[in-house]
């Protein structure tokens, strides 16, 4: 066989589903079901984005403060957290995992509204990121096992959605609880006063408890492949890492420095709209938000199924290929568009800027999934899970605002930190992404030798 291709048929060898899942209802029911939980998640993450002017201006405290809610404290709990989650993921029972996590999240957002203090506040988003840790391997593993192979890429940008669904979403329905608060404080039962900033977080947080019922009452899909019901040995799946270091090294951290690029704009963009051109939230939120919840929803569907149709025509590191190419796509984009005129100009960069690294984020889970058996998904993921976000959201926001802060002497001028630094992110992405192409073929040819 030919290490650069593989035929239909090997791709279509795994173990048939179940009868019961194969082309049924439930396998749908499911990914909609865990869209939403992902949507979920990101309208509580994200929302913080578009309370940056309100939150510094009540807790008096800097861009680079702002940043570690947004990044570096939130993603540490959510990445350190990942790891024991996996290693539950491939042995127990995901569902009630992942319900759990969405309440924990659900109510730390929530209690964001009651923070007095930059601490209180902190150690909020902090309970955010270690809800939040439950549910990309869960749902990674859960995917895997209820769809077939060949659609394994669509599934999966079709989950990956709830990204910019819920980040376009918090800037939208955030720009509409922002229109309506603006500036009043509110006086609550038992809660006492409130400010304007703090109600959103009560808005976005409490109905997340209704997704984690949701997810309570589904059916486990059953685990396919050959022991795939029995949690390996940490031995075992170091080993198996370490035949695939250069593979996985390069795929973790393409994918991580993407992310970098992405959150980073997605915590900055409303700021810089509002800085640079005089925008109000409500402007910012509703104008971006758009931008965010269109070209991120088209990007991550194009690149699983663009991954998929790469496949199926022979190219094992297809996946990887697309990744690369379309990292240097969108770099161009993001460095112009920090440096328009006018608001619309940069808006209308920023999209093709979005679709193309969304691109990326897209092809990566379905890379990752080709490249593991069922047994050890859930704790490749949740590894992903900790490099993608410690580098990619714990970095991403607070590079920006310390070139912001200490490089420029100018909060004002965080569009041009956001053009210095992004720009490098993607093309170290590209870098890796076809770094990446030789051992990842290679490795696929030595799973399916393995069966």
Wanted: aromatic share 8%.
């Amino acid at each position: 066989m030919n290490s650069q291709t593989i035929t239909r048929a090997s791709i279509e060898s795994d173990q048939p589903l179940p009868k019961t899942q194969t082309g049924s209802g439930h396998a749908v029911h499911l990914l909609l079901a865990l869209i939403v939980a992902y949507t979920f998640s990101f309208l509580d993450r994200q929302i913080l984005s578009l309370l940056v002017e309100p939150i510094k201006r009540d807790l008096a405290i800097s861009d680079t403060a702002v940043s570690l809610l947004q990044g570096f404290a939130f993603a540490l709990l959510l990445a350190l957290g990942g790891i024991p989650v996996g290693r539950y993921v491939d042995s127990g029972h995901r569902l009630r995992l992942v319900s759990a996590g969405i309440a924990l999240w659900s109510l730390m957002t929530a209690g964001c509204a009651l923070a007095r203090s930059y601490p209180a506040l902190l150690l909020c988003r902090m309970g955010v990121g270690l809800g939040e840790a439950t549910l990309t391997p869960a749902a990674y593993s859960l995917i895997g096992d209820a769809f077939r192979p060949r659609r394994l890429g669509l599934a999966l940008g079709l989950y990956s959605m709830g990204v910019y669904i819920g980040g376009g979403l918090a800037l939208l329905l955030g720009a509409l609880v922002i229109a309506q608060v603006k500036d009043r404080d509110f006086v609550l039962p038992l809660l006492g006063r409130l400010h304007g900033w703090q109600m959103v977080f009560l808005a976005v947080g409490v109905p997340g408890l209704l997704v984690s019922a949701w997810i309570a009452s589904l059916r486990e899909p059953a685990r396919r492949g050959a022991g795939a019901r029995v949690r390996p040995p940490l031995a075992e799946v170091l080993r198996y890492f370490r035949q695939h270091a250069r593979s996985l090294v390069c795929l973790y951290l393409a994918m991580s420095f993407a992310a970098m690029m992405n959150y980073s704009t997605n915590a900055w963009v409303p700021s810089m709209l509002i800085r640079s051109y005089g925008w109000t939230a409500v402007q910012a939120g509703r104008s971006y938000g758009l931008v965010v919840l269109i070209f991120g929803v088209l990007g991550v569907i194009a690149g699983g199924l663009g991954g998929d149709a790469l496949v199926a025509r022979g190219y094992k590191a297809g996946r990887l290929t697309l990744m690369g190419c379309a990292a240097l796509a969108a770099a161009p984009f993001i460095a112009m568009a920090p440096l328009m005129s006018t608001p619309q100009a940069a808006l209308a960069l920023l999209a093709p800027a979005t679709l193309f690294v969304t691109m990326v984020i897209g092809c990566g889970p379905a890379t990752l999934q080709e490249l593991m058996p069922n047994r050890m998904r859930g704790t490749a993921s949740a590894l992903g899970v900790l490099v993608v976000n410690l580098i990619g959201l714990g970095l991403g926001p607070t590079c920006i605002a310390l070139i912001g802060d200490y490089l420029l002497h100018d909060p004002r001028r965080i569009g041009q930190a956001l053009a210095i630094a992004a720009p490098p992110m993607l093309l170290l992405s590209a870098a890796l992404s076809f770094g990446g192409r030789r051992a990842y073929a290679a490795g696929r040819d030595r799973l399916l030798a393995a069966g």
